[in-house]
């Protein structure tokens, strides 16, 4: 599909359906491979991301079994331990697996080959790369310094010789052939030597030297949650300081919560902006991955331009999802909220009987909402000015410039900011959105068309990042 044209939404209530969680499925993908024993991950997302993040484990040697259709993986974990000590690992654009199994793999006592696509390659890991060099980890760039390609060699080479030797890792810029997978009905990802057996959990001898490095997370908050993650596997006691000026950390403190989920004491904050991470081991567990509220928005938000309740199935009031800022932002531009409504303690929100409230707000602690709020922006009574949002320069897109862009296109000025952008009101016209191949853009712009009068979304499938079926629930909501 090239190209979607979205209609303008005359329906009442709207009622939908999301994935898992994105965030939460990588976490919980990444803490199950360093678990000791089988855990099982109900509600997990499928996105193009998450199947990145199986392969790359699969690669490493896990054993893992997926069920899209029931939205389960089961996945064997060794304690902390990787398997193959050799591996081509390839990591698409999810930022997750970037970062995540880079760290993971600079714990290890192996020597592993990363790569990523072309969009991964330009984004931010220098910072994470720094603090894992300090660390012991070496690396070598296969390409520029600091980003993907590399080879690393994991803190542990030579301490824990454990687990499959490979006589070398390949190094490839393109997903292989025989590694693509198909997730249709119940699968178990490619690994030639996924059955065969394996020695678990041996006893890591961590390192013992209390350690204490620096870390700047303005550009991404993944670089802490990374560590915060892996650091227990391979020592006793680590301080990471921050050095940035970035505050927002709601992902950071999932991570936490997620941690002390499968098992770990949890994470000391100290009072110099320091968080101290001592050694344990994680917990084999089943475990429920909540819905997407970063998906769920999208929804809400049409509810907010037009004035229609909106509910998304299986919201949990008690949400570790830091998108759920999101909805008290709405409510704050006029938007109702209940839990009531049905009696089934479904999350219900209404928009306003008449236009949103226009407010200056700060997003740093939610920015994978601006383009949300920057897509019904045009719908509230004065201007709406988003601050906060530098670092989302560097995702998929400049995507304060594509805001910018975009609701030119539309007729909607919209002034840019160094660190956000100022939108006034107005009606938005149809046009082609150019979605720079970002699911953000897609799924939030298509939005304001749902709202107004249509949009052409270029290259819709972009979504697939993250939701892929995206375009289909939209299909199933004007039935």
Not at 15 to 37: I, Y
Not at 127 to 139: N, Q
Not at 238 to 249: F, L, Q, S, Y
Request: aromatic fraction near 8%.
């Amino acid at each position: 599909m090239t190209s979607y044209k979205v209609k303008k939404y005359l329906k009442e209530d709207i009622v939908a359906e999301v994935p898992g969680s994105k965030s939460m499925t990588n976490r919980a993908l990444l803490l199950a491979a360093m678990a000791d024993g089988t855990s099982r991950l109900e509600g997990a997302a499928f996105s193009e991301d998450s199947v990145h993040f199986l392969k790359a484990l699969e690669s490493m040697g896990f054993k893992v079994e997926a069920d899209e259709k029931r939205c389960t993986v089961i996945i064997e974990g060794h304690g902390g331990n990787i398997p193959n000590k050799t591996a081509g690992i390839y990591v698409g654009s999810a930022g997750t697996a970037a970062r995540f199994l880079t760290a993971f793999t600079a714990m290890g006592d192996g020597e592993y080959v990363l790569d990523s696509s072309d969009q991964m390659r330009k984004r931010p890991m220098r910072e994470l790369l720094e603090v894992l060099e300090s660390l012991g980890a070496e690396f070598t760039w296969l390409g520029e310094e600091y980003t993907f390609p590399m080879k690393v060699r994991g803190i542990l080479y030579g301490r824990n010789p454990v687990g499959d030797v490979k006589e070398k890792a390949e190094i490839y810029s393109d997903e292989p052939e025989k590694n693509r997978t198909d997730i249709s009905g119940k699968v178990k990802l490619n690994n030639d030597k996924a059955d065969e057996p394996k020695k678990k959990s041996s006893n890591i001898e961590r390192i013992n030297e209390p350690k204490a490095v620096d870390l700047n997370i303005d550009r991404s908050s993944q670089f802490l949650s990374a560590l915060l993650m892996v650091l227990p596997i391979a020592f006793d006691d680590v301080t990471i300081k921050m050095t940035g000026t970035r505050e927002a950390r709601s992902y950071v403190e999932m991570t936490e919560q997620m941690m002390k989920q499968f098992g770990h004491r949890g994470v000391e904050k100290l009072e110099n902006d320091s968080y101290r991470v001592r050694g344990g081991d994680y917990i084999a567990r089943d475990y429920d991955i909540e819905p997407d509220v970063s998906a769920a928005c999208y929804f809400y938000a049409l509810a907010a331009a037009t004035g229609k309740w909106a509910m998304v199935k299986r919201m949990r009031k008690e949400s570790l999802q830091g998108d759920m800022k999101f909805i008290k932002l709405l409510e704050k531009m006029g938007c109702t909220v209940s839990w009531e409504r049905d009696g089934r303690q479904n999350l219900w929100l209404k928009g306003p009987d008449g236009k949103l409230k226009g407010m200056e707000v700060k997003m740093s602690d939610f920015s994978d909402q601006a383009l949300t709020l920057a897509a019904i922006a045009p719908f509230a009574d004065s201007e709406v000015t988003i601050t906060g949002i530098a670092h989302i320069r560097g995702q998929e897109s400049d995507r304060i410039k594509v805001i910018v862009d975009e609701l030119a296109k539309m007729g909607i000025l919209c002034n840019e900011l160094s660190d956000g952008v100022k939108i006034h009101p107005g009606t938005p016209k149809n046009t082609n959105i150019e979605t720079y191949n970002d699911h953000r853009v897609a799924m939030s712009f298509a939005v304001t068309g749902l709202a107004g009068d249509g949009m052409t979304i270029l290259n819709p499938m972009c979504c697939k990042k993250t939701f892929a079926g995206f375009f289909d629930e939209i299909d199933r909501l004007e039935e």
